[in-house]
């Protein structure tokens, strides 16, 4: 894995898991989707997932926006729900 950013998050949890916070150290249930992309090694189109508990969303969100990565940020639920 080269294309995600270094600290506070480290890879997504693995789908057929319940949806964990990607903060460092966090096990707290995932309830936010924040979807990025590093246009410096990523198609435009192309989204990276980070999840983020309530407590967490705010500091992903402004880790991802300080690095101009940050495109959107949904509910999980909404992310989840029928293509
Ligand atoms: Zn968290």
Redesign the pocket.
């Known amino acids: 894995m080269t294309d995600v950013p270094p600290d506070p998050a480290p890879d997504p949890t693995p789908q057929d898991e319940a949806p964990r ?1 990607s ?1 460092k150290g ?1 096990r ?1 249930a995932a309830v936010w989707a924040l979807r990025w992309n590093n246009p410096k090694i990523h198609t435009p189109e192309r989204r990276k997932i980070w999840l ?2 309530d ?2 969303r705010e500091h992903l969100s402004v880790f991802l926006d300080r690095r101009g990565f940050l495109r959107d940020v949904v509910p999980l639920a909404e992310l989840d729900g029928p293509a």
């Open positions: 916070c903060a966090c707290d983020a508990c407590a967490h």
